[in-house]
């Protein structure tokens, strides 16, 4: 019984296995070398040399069918399995399993225990994400859970992941990559385990009513540089929903009439002053217009925009014949920030500023007014509030002031609701005003602005990549004829205080109508004489006149209108009709035409002119096009599958509405009968004219180099052929004497109302204060427009302004075209100097040095007999040549030093060409340069008298004191100077 009993217990001790308590531990990857491996550990009591361990690997709970079981013995615990085993199982999930045995009873085993699961490839995450137009991007992880490790016969090591966007429109989104990934083992971190690589996806702002959409984002992988373990492993796909966004329009156009965003009204605006167009209470974004006088009522001639950092005003207030055609400036500095954009057309009337935003501002140039557009994003939908509406979708509470208070429309001439958005002068953006942050929500667009966006085309399998990319508004690429300006415009704002667009202020303060500069500081004037010169055809320019193009409106006269409102309701329907879209928005769009026809009336019958008609045409024209662009139904697509704008709206408009002088036929005007220009804009039997010229036909050569002049054109255009003719001026004493030699020279186009004169180098003397030209310009080289007068002068000695007047100043002198200053020599005559005080255009004699002179050079008993008439000594002067020298001639006042071979000559100043080298000796040439004889001729301040000296080379007597010698007129100071020549005392009755 006993022995029976332990032949049991000895069985059973056979049969059993060792007991594992936990499964094993899968562990990795771990980079070795260029391999990476896992490990699948045991925990088992050690020390046990009868046991054993079976270890097998599993990818998705499928053996790994070419890998053998690793069977562990002794003290071993840990199995490995290396990256070649992942070879077709990327994608998979790993495992380890195991179960102990006795080495001795083999076939008694344990039971299978299966490790932890390691993923093995790579996740997008998150795998679904919904983005909005009104919205910011949102970032996506690929994640990889393997090393990408390639040996070293691989120079490269990375796998290519192409961004791929199907379903919808693959515009809708774009990427912060170059539709690209690259994963390489630099992206691996040894602490997660992982290697991840990001990207953003963010819904592009289309301004387009295409409903929400879902679309892929499909990583298309490119294994050439990669491991072959990852071969044909496919990435998974993203999800995207994209959430459409409204935008709204806003626009300001002729006298002004309000096209609100809703738009369900068109209001009147008849006041002067500086208003609040929009402004966003959640972000830093604001328009300001500013309107004066015009017709009774008010036009637009100003607006400002800020969008985040940036101001940017457009401005064409001066009202004035000749206003400089409207100008760009940066309010808020001399920096634009990324996604900034300004755009003009060529012929400078039409100007797009457009921003990372999504927001933009057109302006249209009408020469004394302009009209106004702003497009306002999703993101500020419900966040606005001004003149042009809440934009929250319902028009009921657009007429909402500052405040809250809601205003009545009266008959769309709300004025009180107008004056509750009214600015003070210190509120203004025009003025320079700046706004804090709103105390809401805060929008940044860092990203938009700094990070690289792209389009990723899955049908060439291309990136369209650039900044602010997201903006996908087809409003800003309509424009064939438009060109960036914005670095010019940001390089003019920053020398803006080295040069002056248009100063349009006097040189001096203005005190009265005519004396400018003061008399009273300023000793000498010089007064252009416009009509000194005979056979001179120069245009004046009235100074400071305004010229009005509107007649002026009183409603409390009677008036007999030259246009009735028939009149006027058949003229606005004929051009509206006849415009590009007219047809279309009437009839297929369904755009409500009426508020601009009544509109078109209302100001042609006011202003008994057409003046605001093309205005309001052009406004129609853009609410149209708002109206095709906001339709998906009315975009085609292109080859690469883009959606491409109905061509109406494109490539079929043309410029201008052809100045409604012409028709337009597929966007090119064919103009009426004497028209001409892309616009017909142009006179063909007119020249051109030239209205004035910018800086006021003045520049100061210490300021500009004065090498080119700016004009203030009409009737003109640009051609192969555009030329500028110049002819010099000479200004002397205010008289202009003009030349007869015409230089024909390059001319800049600026604009259809401005262009650029170049002139020649070698006309510009650089050693005369004050000199002019007569420029004029033509398109064709036959006709040439009238002339106008260029002033270039040296503010050293001048102060010159626009009413034809410059000012010598107080401690300066103008002496033969040339500026000195006080106390200065002569060049030429040492005895002579600059002294303001005496006479600012002439030399004045120094006395004190004339008395230090030597005698005549000449020794003789009858002191009329003189070596030279113009020459007091020989020697002992500084040499005009060379200071250091003082061995050159002494010279009587008026006369100067002659040149190398005759230095110990002087010569009567200007005529040294003529007289150096040949003396003029005393008495045979008179007593002196000036004086003929000591008497016989009659005495000025007693003509019955005839014992009074002789003058000669246009000199002057004296006087009753000194009547027996002539002096250079308006030097009185050299009577009585020469004792030596005509004695020292002075003669009486």
Same mark, same amino acid.
């Given at each position: 019984?006993?022995?029976?009993?332990?032949?049991?217990?000895?069985?059973?001790?056979?049969?059993?296995?060792?007991?594992?308590?936990?499964?094993?531990?899968?562990?990795?990857?771990?980079?070795?070398?260029?391999?990476?491996?896992?490990?699948?550990?045991?925990?088992?009591?050690?020390?046990?040399?009868?046991?054993?361990?079976?270890?097998?690997?599993?990818?998705?709970?499928?053996?790994?069918?070419?890998?053998?079981?690793?069977?562990?013995?002794?003290?071993?615990?840990?199995?490995?399995?290396?990256?070649?085993?992942?070879?077709?199982?990327?994608?998979?999930?790993?495992?380890?399993?195991?179960?102990?045995?006795?080495?001795?009873?083999?076939?008694?085993?344990?039971?299978?225990?299966?490790?932890?699961?390691?993923?093995?490839?790579?996740?997008?995450?998150?795998?679904?994400?919904?983005?909005?137009?009104?919205?910011?991007?949102?970032?996506?992880?690929?994640?990889?859970?393997?090393?990408?490790?390639?040996?070293?016969?691989?120079?490269?090591?990375?796998?290519?992941?192409?961004?791929?966007?199907?379903?919808?429109?693959?515009?809708?989104?774009?990427?912060?990559?170059?539709?690209?990934?690259?994963?390489?083992?630099?992206?691996?971190?040894?602490?997660?385990?992982?290697?991840?690589?990001?990207?953003?996806?963010? *819904?592009?702002?289309?301004?387009?009513?295409?409903?929400?959409?879902?679309?892929?984002?499909?990583?298309?992988?490119?294994?050439?540089?990669?491991?072959?373990?990852?071969?044909?492993?496919?990435?998974?796909?993203?999800?995207?929903?994209?959430?459409?966004?409204?935008?709204?329009?806003?626009?300001?156009?002729?006298?002004?009439?309000?096209?609100?965003?809703?738009?369900?009204?068109?209001?009147?605006?008849?006041?002067?002053?500086?208003?609040?167009?929009?402004?966003?209470?959640?972000?830093?974004?604001?328009?300001?217009?500013?309107?004066?006088?015009?017709?009774?009522?008010?036009?637009?001639?100003?607006?400002?925009?800020?969008?985040?950092?940036?101001?940017?005003?457009?401005?064409?207030?001066?009202?004035?014949?000749?206003?400089?055609?409207?100008?760009?400036?940066?309010?808020?500095?001399?920096?634009?920030? *990324?996604?900034?954009?300004?755009?003009?057309?060529?012929?400078?009337?039409?100007?797009?500023?457009?921003?990372?935003?999504?927001?933009?501002?057109?302006?249209?140039?009408?020469?004394?007014?302009?009209?106004?557009?702003?497009?306002?994003?999703?993101?500020?939908?419900?966040?606005?509030?001004?003149?042009?509406?809440?934009?929250?979708?319902?028009?009921?509470?657009?007429?909402?002031?500052?405040?809250?208070?809601?205003?009545?429309?009266?008959?769309?001439?709300?004025?009180?609701?107008?004056?509750?958005?009214?600015?003070?002068?210190?509120?203004?953006?025009?003025?320079?005003?700046?706004?804090?942050?709103?105390?809401?929500?805060?929008?940044?667009?860092?990203?938009?602005?700094?990070?690289?966006?792209?389009?990723?085309?899955?049908?060439?399998?291309?990136?369209?990549?650039?900044?602010?990319?997201?903006?996908?508004?087809?409003?800003?690429?309509?424009?064939?004829?438009?060109?960036?300006?914005?670095?010019?415009?940001?390089?003019?704002?920053?020398?803006?205080?080295?040069?002056?667009?248009?100063?349009?202020?006097?040189?001096?303060?203005?005190?009265?109508?005519?004396?400018?500069?003061?008399?009273?500081?300023?000793?000498?004037?010089?007064?252009?004489?416009?009509?000194?010169?005979?056979?001179?055809?120069?245009?004046?320019?009235?100074?400071?006149?305004?010229?009005?193009?509107?007649?002026?409106?009183?409603?409390?006269?009677?008036?007999?209108?030259?246009?009735?409102?028939?009149?006027?309701?058949?003229?606005?329907?004929?051009?509206?009709?006849?415009?590009?879209?007219?047809?279309?928005?009437?009839?297929?769009?369904?755009?409500?035409?009426?508020?601009?026809?009544?509109?078109?009336?209302?100001?042609?019958?006011?202003?008994?002119?057409?003046?605001?008609?093309?205005?309001?045409?052009?406004?129609?024209?853009?609410?149209?096009?708002?109206?095709?662009?906001?339709?998906?139904?009315?975009?085609?697509?292109?080859?690469?599958?883009?959606?491409?704008?109905?061509?109406?709206?494109?490539?079929?408009?043309?410029?201008?509405?052809?100045?409604?002088?012409?028709?337009?036929?597929?966007?090119?005007?064919?103009?009426?009968?004497?028209?001409?220009?892309?616009?017909?804009?142009?006179?063909?039997?007119?020249?051109?004219?030239?209205?004035?010229?910018?800086?006021?036909?003045?520049?100061?050569?210490?300021?500009?180099?004065?090498?080119?002049?700016?004009?203030?054109?009409?009737?003109?255009?640009?051609?192969?052929?555009?030329?500028?003719?110049?002819?010099?001026?000479?200004?002397?004493?205010?008289?202009?004497?003009?030349?007869?030699?015409?230089?024909?020279?390059?001319?800049?186009?600026?604009?259809?109302?401005?262009?650029?004169?170049?002139?020649?180098?070698?006309?510009?003397?650089?050693?005369?204060?004050?000199?002019?030209?007569?420029?004029?310009?033509?398109?064709?080289?036959?006709?040439?427009?009238?002339?106008?007068?260029?002033?270039?002068?040296?503010?050293?000695?001048?102060?010159?302004?626009?009413?034809?007047?410059?000012?010598?100043?107080?401690?300066?002198?103008?002496?033969?075209?040339?500026?000195?200053?006080?106390?200065?020599?002569?060049?030429?005559?040492?005895?002579?100097?600059?002294?303001?005080?005496?006479?600012?255009?002439?030399?004045?004699?120094?006395?004190?040095?004339?008395? *230090?002179?030597?005698?005549?050079?000449?020794?003789?008993?009858?002191?009329?007999?003189?070596?030279?008439?113009?020459?007091?000594?020989?020697?002992?002067?500084?040499?005009?040549?060379?200071?250091?020298?003082?061995?050159?001639?002494?010279?009587?006042?008026?006369?100067?030093?002659?040149?190398?071979?005759?230095?110990?000559?002087?010569?009567?100043?200007?005529?040294? *060409?003529?007289?150096?080298?040949?003396?003029?000796?005393?008495?045979?040439?008179?007593?002196?340069?000036?004086?003929?004889?000591?008497?016989?001729?009659?005495?000025?301040?007693?003509?019955?008298?005839?014992?009074?000296?002789?003058?000669?080379?246009?000199?002057?007597?004296?006087?009753?004191?000194?009547?027996?010698?002539?002096?250079?007129?308006?030097?009185?100071?050299?009577?009585?100077?020469?004792?030596?020549?005509?004695?020292?005392?002075?003669?009486?009755?």
């Amino acid at each position: 019984m006993l022995l029976r009993l332990c032949l049991l217990l000895l069985a059973h001790h056979v049969e059993s296995a060792p007991r594992m308590a936990s499964p094993p531990v899968l562990t990795g990857p771990e980079i070795i070398g260029d391999r990476f491996r896992f490990a699948c550990g045991i925990s088992f009591q050690r020390g046990i040399q009868n046991i054993a361990f079976n270890v097998t690997w599993s990818f998705d709970g499928v053996d790994i069918p070419t890998r053998p079981a690793d069977i562990l013995t002794g003290d071993q615990r840990i199995a490995f399995l290396y990256q070649e085993a992942w070879r077709g199982n990327v994608g998979k999930t790993l495992r380890c399993r195991a179960d102990a045995y006795y080495v001795t009873t083999p076939n008694v085993r344990s039971a299978i225990l299966t490790s932890n699961g390691y993923f093995g490839g790579v996740r997008v995450a998150p795998p679904v994400v919904t983005v909005r137009e009104a919205g910011g991007p949102q970032q996506i992880n690929v994640t990889s859970t393997l090393p990408v490790l390639c040996t070293g016969a691989q120079q490269r090591c990375n796998i290519h992941l192409d961004i791929d966007v199907t379903g919808g429109s693959w515009e809708d989104i774009a990427t912060a990559n170059q539709c690209l990934l690259l994963l390489t083992r630099d992206h691996w971190d040894l602490n997660t385990r992982t290697a991840t690589i990001s990207t953003t996806v963010q *819904a592009t702002r289309d301004f387009v009513r295409d409903g929400n959409q879902e679309l892929h984002v499909t990583f298309i992988a490119n294994y050439i540089n990669a491991p072959d373990i990852w071969r044909g492993y496919r990435l998974p796909r993203l999800r995207v929903f994209t959430v459409d966004g409204e935008t709204r329009r806003c626009s300001a156009f002729a006298d002004p009439h309000i096209r609100t965003f809703e738009g369900r009204d068109t209001l009147h605006l008849y006041e002067v002053g500086d208003f609040v167009l929009l402004r966003s209470t959640q972000r830093q974004f604001e328009v300001n217009i500013r309107t004066n006088e015009c017709v009774g009522r008010a036009c637009v001639c100003a607006v400002a925009i800020m969008d985040g950092p940036d101001t940017i005003a457009i401005d064409v207030c001066r009202q004035r014949w000749g206003a400089p055609p409207a100008r760009v400036r940066i309010v808020s500095g001399g920096s634009l920030a *990324a996604g900034t954009q300004i755009k003009r057309t060529n012929d400078g009337r039409n100007f797009m500023i457009s921003f990372a935003s999504g927001s933009w501002l057109r302006v249209q140039d009408f020469a004394t007014y302009i009209n106004v557009e702003v497009q306002v994003p999703a993101e500020d939908f419900g966040h606005v509030q001004g003149i042009c509406g809440t934009f929250d979708g319902n028009p009921d509470n657009e007429l909402r002031g500052p405040d809250g208070q809601t205003f009545e429309l009266n008959n769309n001439v709300p004025t009180l609701f107008f004056r509750s958005w009214r600015l003070r002068v210190d509120q203004s953006l025009l003025n320079g005003a700046t706004r804090s942050q709103p105390t809401r929500r805060v929008i940044r667009y860092d990203n938009v602005n700094i990070v690289t966006q792209c389009l990723c085309n899955n049908i060439t399998r291309t990136a369209d990549c650039g900044n602010n990319r997201v903006i996908q508004d087809p409003v800003r690429n309509l424009c064939r004829s438009c060109h960036d300006v914005t670095d010019r415009v940001v390089t003019r704002t920053q020398n803006a205080s080295v040069i002056d667009d248009d100063n349009d202020e006097p040189a001096v303060r203005v005190t009265g109508p005519t004396a400018v500069p003061d008399r009273p500081n300023f000793r000498t004037m010089i007064n252009f004489n416009f009509t000194a010169s005979v056979g001179i055809n120069v245009t004046i320019l009235t100074p400071g006149a305004e010229v009005n193009p509107f007649p002026r409106f009183n409603p409390n006269l009677p008036v007999q209108p030259q246009i009735t409102q028939a009149r006027a309701n058949q003229l606005c329907l004929t051009a509206i009709a006849n415009f590009t879209l007219g047809v279309r928005c009437a009839t297929i769009v369904g755009f409500d035409t009426s508020g601009f026809v009544s509109s078109c009336v209302e100001d042609m019958v006011a202003a008994q002119t057409t003046v605001f008609l093309q205005a309001s045409v052009s406004a129609l024209e853009a609410g149209c096009q708002e109206a095709i662009l906001r339709n998906i139904s009315n975009f085609g697509t292109d080859g690469q599958g883009r959606r491409l704008p109905p061509p109406e709206v494109t490539k079929n408009i043309c410029p201008n509405q052809c100045s409604l002088r012409g028709v337009c036929s597929a966007g090119t005007c064919l103009c009426d009968e004497g028209f001409t220009a892309p616009d017909c804009s142009v006179q063909v039997a007119r020249p051109p004219q030239i209205i004035r010229i910018m800086r006021n036909g003045l520049c100061n050569s210490r300021r500009r180099p004065c090498r080119i002049a700016f004009l203030i054109v009409d009737n003109f255009h640009e051609t192969p052929n555009i030329a500028c003719r110049v002819r010099d001026v000479r200004i002397d004493n205010g008289n202009l004497t003009p030349g007869n030699n015409f230089s024909i020279v390059p001319a800049d186009f600026e604009s259809s109302r401005e262009v650029g004169c170049h002139l020649p180098d070698a006309r510009v003397p650089e050693d005369r204060a004050l000199h002019g030209f007569l420029i004029s310009l033509t398109t064709n080289g036959a006709l040439f427009s009238n002339e106008v007068l260029y002033v270039v002068y040296d503010s050293r000695c001048l102060a010159c302004n626009r009413m034809g007047q410059c000012g010598i100043r107080n401690d300066t002198c103008l002496i033969e075209g040339t500026c000195r200053r006080a106390r200065e020599e002569n060049p030429r005559n040492p005895s002579e100097l600059c002294d303001p005080d005496r006479d600012q255009e002439r030399w004045t004699s120094s006395l004190s040095r004339l008395a *230090a002179f030597p005698a005549p050079c000449l020794p003789t008993n009858n002191r009329f007999d003189r070596w030279d008439i113009w020459t007091s000594n020989q020697t002992g002067c500084p040499c005009f040549f060379d200071k250091n020298r003082t061995d050159c001639a002494c010279c009587e006042a008026g006369a100067c030093q002659c040149p190398d071979p005759n230095p110990n000559q002087c010569a009567l100043c200007s005529q040294e *060409a003529r007289l150096c080298g040949t003396r003029q000796t005393s008495p045979e040439n008179g007593v002196d340069g000036w004086t003929l004889s000591l008497t016989g001729c009659q005495c000025a301040f007693d003509p019955s008298r005839t014992d009074c000296a002789c003058c000669q080379n246009e000199g002057c007597l004296c006087g009753l004191e000194h009547r027996n010698q002539c002096s250079p007129c308006g030097r009185p100071e050299v009577c009585g100077s020469k004792p030596d020549v005509f004695g020292g005392l002075r003669v009486h009755g």
